[in-house]
């Protein structure tokens, strides 16, 4: 399966300095072009910046070898949904890709897994490609409940999605990992992975086609050995995106 790395932004950037970051992205893609996936997830002000970059990285094939992803979308079509933005919308902006149910969106902004998986329907219906996330806190970990905490997650999203699950994108993410600098091992990673893989594989015949990512503190020095592993597809990344030589080492990791 060809792998995926997706940088996540966060709430940073400046235009001056998202030049700086992918003109140097851009250039060692060129230099070496990926043979997995690249996508970088931003806040939604520098969709056209990355645009830009998105139509320079075009391979002699056409094709793009960085794609601009999103960092949220509504599960409404349209309406008044003030400060919403729909996933219409950003289709018409050539987003690819679209992160839902971050912890953070779980945390901060109260979404529920009911709430994720509806999101993820309308990114589905409108051809984008979803990045759901899910994963348990460290309180949850700590009490051995993280198989129950992340099967009930993706379970949502299984069963409002239907048949359309294998178009999905999973993402791991152990929310106590998440910018702590703290990581799973490779084996722990693995371990839940392969949960995933099986719940998938029970929920339709075409779960070899989804991509489960881990997102938990992926960096330049841990990024091999997590993406050795059998079940983990490639990553999400938060800190290292921001940084060029940090995320080519890891898009390098991911080669296939």
Same mark, same amino acid.
């Given at each position: 399966m060809k792998k995926l790395i997706a940088g996540n932004w966060k709430m940073n950037g400046k235009f001056g300095q998202n030049t700086a970051l992918? +003109?140097? =992205?851009?250039?060692? #893609?060129?230099?070496?072009?990926?043979? $997995?996936?690249?996508? =970088? $997830?931003?806040?939604?002000?520098?969709?056209?910046?990355?645009q830009d970059y998105q139509d320079r990285s075009r391979d002699e094939s056409g094709n793009p070898m960085l794609s601009l992803g999103a960092q949220d979308v509504s599960a409404h079509e349209a309406g008044a949904y003030t400060g919403e933005v729909a996933a219409s919308m950003l289709k018409e902006l050539t987003v690819s890709y679209v992160i839902v149910g971050h912890s953070e969106r779980r945390q901060y902004h109260g979404e529920t897994d009911q709430l994720v998986a509806d999101k993820t329907k309308a990114a589905l219906a409108a051809g984008i490609t979803p990045i759901v996330c899910i994963g348990e806190t460290l309180a949850e970990r700590e009490a051995g409940h993280t198989e129950e905490v992340v099967k009930r997650q993706l379970a949502a999203v299984i069963h409002t999605n239907g048949h359309c699950i294998s178009e999905i994108v999973v993402a791991y993410e152990p929310v106590w990992?998440?910018?702590?600098?703290?990581?799973?091992?490779?084996?722990? %990673?693995?371990? =839940?992975?392969? =949960?995933?893989?099986?719940?998938?594989?029970?929920?339709? +015949?075409?779960?070899?086609?989804?991509?489960?990512?881990?997102?938990? !503190?992926?960096?330049?020095?841990?990024?091999? !050995? #997590? *993406?050795?592993?059998? +079940?983990?597809?490639?990553? *999400?990344?938060?800190?290292?995106?921001?940084?060029?030589?940090?995320? *080519?080492?890891?898009?390098?990791? %991911?080669?296939?």
């Amino acid at each position: 399966m060809k792998k995926l790395i997706a940088g996540n932004w966060k709430m940073n950037g400046k235009f001056g300095q998202n030049t700086a970051l992918l +003109d140097a =992205v851009l250039a060692g #893609l060129k230099e070496k072009p990926p043979t $997995c996936g690249v996508a =970088v $997830c931003v806040p939604f002000p520098y969709f056209v910046q990355v645009q830009d970059y998105q139509d320079r990285s075009r391979d002699e094939s056409g094709n793009p070898m960085l794609s601009l992803g999103a960092q949220d979308v509504s599960a409404h079509e349209a309406g008044a949904y003030t400060g919403e933005v729909a996933a219409s919308m950003l289709k018409e902006l050539t987003v690819s890709y679209v992160i839902v149910g971050h912890s953070e969106r779980r945390q901060y902004h109260g979404e529920t897994d009911q709430l994720v998986a509806d999101k993820t329907k309308a990114a589905l219906a409108a051809g984008i490609t979803p990045i759901v996330c899910i994963g348990e806190t460290l309180a949850e970990r700590e009490a051995g409940h993280t198989e129950e905490v992340v099967k009930r997650q993706l379970a949502a999203v299984i069963h409002t999605n239907g048949h359309c699950i294998s178009e999905i994108v999973v993402a791991y993410e152990p929310v106590w990992a998440i910018g702590t600098g703290k990581t799973a091992s490779p084996q722990e %990673a693995q371990a =839940v992975h392969a =949960v995933l893989r099986a719940q998938l594989k029970a929920a339709t +015949d075409q779960f070899a086609r989804v991509k489960i990512l881990y997102g938990g !503190s992926m960096n330049a020095a841990n990024a091999a !050995s #997590l *993406l050795a592993q059998p +079940d983990i597809d490639g990553g *999400l990344i938060g800190g290292a995106s921001l940084k060029a030589p940090d995320f *080519l080492t890891i898009i390098a990791a %991911a080669q296939n």
